[in-house]
Structure formats: structure tokens, C-alpha cells
């Protein structure tokens, strides 16, 4: 049951431009999400997240948005690197004991 | 600190076989998260161990099933394997449970033959 979609499995942008990734959620009970980072040969890493009772957290080139009427969060990188280059992952858990997570998005920033 | 470990790194097996994958979490991690990656599904959850004792279990059939130890060491078992098991297989460790920041190793990639 794919309750966490990632319906882009690419995308390209050009070097110091903006990034956005989105991710779509069914399960309402869902009260945190995070965003990973995956390069090739390695499992991903954490970048940022956000819990339900916030619509915006930044860190630095990295901002989560959102929209819990809409069911939707995306990442915003901006400005985007080449070594942001990667496949990120969006997450979701409801409290609970497991996460959900995407099928990916793959970035890539051309210099 | 050391991170996540995972041993065998690849892995080739024969339809039919069983295997067994090792995951040693960061020191002081006592939660050891397992997940299936494939191409186009994501992270899949398979199960999710703290202090040993498994707290819950994603949508995968009985042939799969992991253990903890008291070190916090996990290991996943797949017994009679198909060549749908053929993946990347995950372990993250995290100090809570897969709700908080998790660590992942660099995986085992098992191919089924």
C-alpha cells in the first residue's frame, strides 16, 4: 500500500537554481515527516524533517513545506549544487513504530 | 562514533535458499529498523526490533523474520527465496524508533538466481 507517493522519478535542474521535490500522503494519522538523502553505494541520510503541528522548517539550502489539508510536503533546495545530486526519499510515521517511505525522486543539478 | 554496519555487502543466492544478513547499530542505538528497497517501490518496512523484542512488522510474508540481541545486533533471515527477493536490503538504527532520525547502513544487495 503506497500510503507515501513520490509520483516524479526524476528531475533536473541547472545549478543554482531552485529544486523542488513533492511528495503526496494518504494516511491522516500521519504526524511526522522527514526527507532522506541517498547516493549510490550508500543508505540514505537524514536531511531535514517536520512534525504535523508546523507547515514550514528550514535549514539552511533546505526547506519542508507542508500542507496538511492537502495531504502534500515538498523540499525546496535553493540555491541547488551538483552534490545535491542524489535520490531523496520522502518519509512519513504516525506515531508509531514503522515509517513509510516514497519510491524517490532523482535529482539531478547540471553545472 | 561508528555507524550502521551491514555484512555481507552482496550476496548471491540461489532460488530455493536461505539467507541470513547482519546489521550492528550505532553504539547506544537500541532501535534496529530492516527495509526492502526496489526499483520503483521505495523503502519497503519489513520489521522494527527495540531491546530486542519486535515492535512492529510491515506487510512481508512469514518467510521473513529478524532477531536482536542484547548487544542490539539484528539479524533478517529469508527462508526459501525467490527471485522477487532480489533487493537492497536496509538497516537503520535510531535511538527511539523508526519515528525519530534514523541512521542507515550501506546495505546488503542480494540478487536470487
Known amino acids: 500500500d503506497q500510503q507515501v507517493k513520490q509520483n516524479s522519478p526524476s528531475l533536473s535542474v541547472q545549478e543554482g537554481r531552485i529544486s523542488i521535490l513533492n511528495c503526496d500522503y494518504t494516511n491522516s494519522m500521519f504526524d511526522y515527516f522527514l526527507w532522506y538523502k541517498k547516493y549510490p553505494a550508500e543508505g540514505p541520510t537524514f536531511l531535514i524533517s517536520i512534525s504535523s503541528i508546523k507547515d514550514k522548517n528550514e535549514d539552511g539550502r533546505f526547506t519542508v513545506f507542508l500542507n496538511k489539508s492537502a495531504k502534500h510536503l515538498s523540499l525546496h533546495i535553493v540555491p541547488s549544487q551538483p552534490g545535491d545530486s542524489a535520490v531523496y526519499f520522502c518519509?512519513?510515521?504516525?506515531?508509531?513504530?514503522?515509517?513509510?517511505f516514497g519510491a524517490g525522486t532523482r535529482l539531478t543539478v547540471k553545472p | 562514533k561508528a555507524g550502521v554496519t551491514q555484512t555481507p555487502r552482496y550476496l548471491i543466492k540461489t532460488r530455493g535458499q536461505q539467507v541470513t544478513l547482519s546489521c550492528s547499530p550505532i553504539?547506544?542505538?537500541?532501535?534496529v529498523s530492516w527495509y526492502q528497497q526496489t526499483p520503483g517501490q521505495g523503502l519497503q518496512f519489513l520489521f522494527e526490533?527495540?531491546?530486542?523484542?519486535?515492535?512492529n512488522k510491515g506487510n512481508f510474508p512469514g518467510r521473513f523474520s529478524g532477531r536482536q540481541f542484547s548487544n542490539s545486533r539484528s539479524e533478517m533471515n529469508v527462508s526459501t527465496l525467490e527471485l522477487g527477493d532480489s533487493a537492497l536490503y536496509l538497516c537503520a538504527s535510531s535511538l527511539g524508533g523508526p519515528a525519530y532520525e534514523q541512521y542507515f547502513g550501506p546495505g546488503t544487495r542480494l540478487t536470487v538466481t
Open positions: 526490533y527495540f531491546s530486542e523484542t519486535q515492535r
Open positions: 518519509a512519513a510515521s504516525a506515531g508509531n513504530n514503522d515509517m513509510r
Open positions: 553504539s547506544g542505538h537500541r532501535s
